[in-house]
């Protein structure tokens, strides 16, 4: 295995990201960067990039693209993104993000934009089952619950299920999410970078499958990872 990747994981809501991106996280030795924890965290720290989103949000509008890009771009900025890679989980989401990122990671850009598929029937079951902390985020479910109680394992937050969590409420965001991935995917096919990859299943043979559609199509830069 040759250490370090530039990874970009997609997939729908309920597709098993988070759990996958951990688990390429840790196959790697690479950072996992979830960009709506790293919002919640900086909202929650009041950093100033966490009181501007935090504006919006108030407000009820979609965070802008570039303030997004800003807190993606100090964290790539660290010297273990720089020196090992990265597994990106929850950014890009549109076209014009995907441009802001190139342009942020230029020269070398990334190795490897993942499409974890799964069926619609499979991520309503799994959304209608999850619970979240709602401290840290941390994601459960009524198949996986916390050790004791409906306390986080993480933190020690309330387990709870999401308000929006119900079927129709999924189906709308799954719909939105078709609209807007679409082309992004599109986009990435079109570059020889996007690997499909099946997300149902258990988490250890999805796990197989995203680490051998990874190497199948990563581009080993000599010298780049040592």
Same mark, same amino acid.
């Given at each position: 295995?040759?250490? *370090?990747?530039?990874?970009?994981?997609?997939?729908?809501? *309920?597709?098993?990201?988070?759990?996958?991106?951990?688990?390429? @996280?840790?196959?790697?030795?690479? %950072?996992?960067?979830?960009?709506?924890?790293?919002?919640?965290?900086?909202?929650?720290?009041?950093?100033?990039? /966490?009181?501007?989103?935090?504006?919006?949000?108030?407000?009820?509008?979609?965070? %802008?693209?570039?303030?997004?890009?800003?807190?993606?771009?100090?964290? &790539?900025?660290?010297? !273990?993104?720089?020196?090992? *890679?990265?597994?990106? #989980?929850?950014?890009?989401?549109?076209?014009?993000?995907?441009?802001? &990122?190139?342009?942020?990671?230029?020269?070398?850009?990334?190795?490897?934009?993942?499409?974890?598929?799964?069926?619609?029937?499979?991520?309503?079951?799994?959304?209608?089952?999850?619970?979240?902390?709602?401290?840290? /985020?941390?994601?459960?479910?009524?198949?996986?619950?916390?050790?004791? *109680?409906?306390?986080? !394992?993480?933190?020690? /937050?309330?387990?709870?299920?999401?308000?929006? #969590?119900?079927?129709?409420?999924?189906?709308?965001?799954?719909?939105?999410?078709?609209?807007?991935?679409? %082309?992004?995917?599109?986009?990435?096919?079109?570059?020889?970078?996007?690997?499909?990859?099946?997300?149902? /299943?258990?988490?250890?043979?999805?796990?197989?499958?995203?680490?051998?559609?990874?190497?199948?199509?990563?581009?080993?830069?000599?010298?780049?990872? @040592?």
């Amino acid at each position: 295995m040759v250490p *370090g990747a530039r990874l970009i994981v997609l997939g729908k809501q *309920g597709a098993g990201k988070g759990t996958q991106c951990v688990r390429l @996280s840790r196959h790697y030795v690479i %950072p996992h960067i979830a960009t709506g924890d790293m919002l919640r965290a900086a909202v929650k720290k009041r950093t100033p990039l /966490g009181e501007e989103a935090k504006r919006y949000m108030d407000a009820g509008e979609l965070v %802008p693209d570039q303030v997004l890009l800003n807190m993606v771009g100090d964290r &790539l900025d660290q010297d !273990d993104t720089k020196e090992r *890679g990265f597994v990106l #989980d929850g950014f890009p989401r549109t076209v014009n993000q995907a441009d802001l &990122l190139d342009a942020l990671l230029e020269p070398t850009g990334v190795d490897v934009v993942v499409n974890l598929v799964v069926s619609t029937q499979i991520v309503l079951k799994r959304l209608a089952s999850r619970r979240v902390c709602v401290d840290c /985020g941390a994601n459960y479910s009524t198949f996986t619950p916390p050790r004791v *109680g409906w306390i986080c !394992d993480v933190c020690g /937050g309330e387990v709870v299920q999401r308000p929006d #969590d119900t079927e129709a409420a999924i189906k709308r965001r799954l719909d939105l999410y078709e609209k807007q991935t679409a %082309p992004l995917i599109s986009r990435y096919r079109r570059s020889g970078k996007l690997a499909v990859v099946r997300g149902d /299943g258990l988490a250890d043979v999805v796990t197989d499958r995203l680490v051998k559609a990874v190497d199948e199509r990563r581009q080993p830069r000599p010298g780049r990872w @040592s």
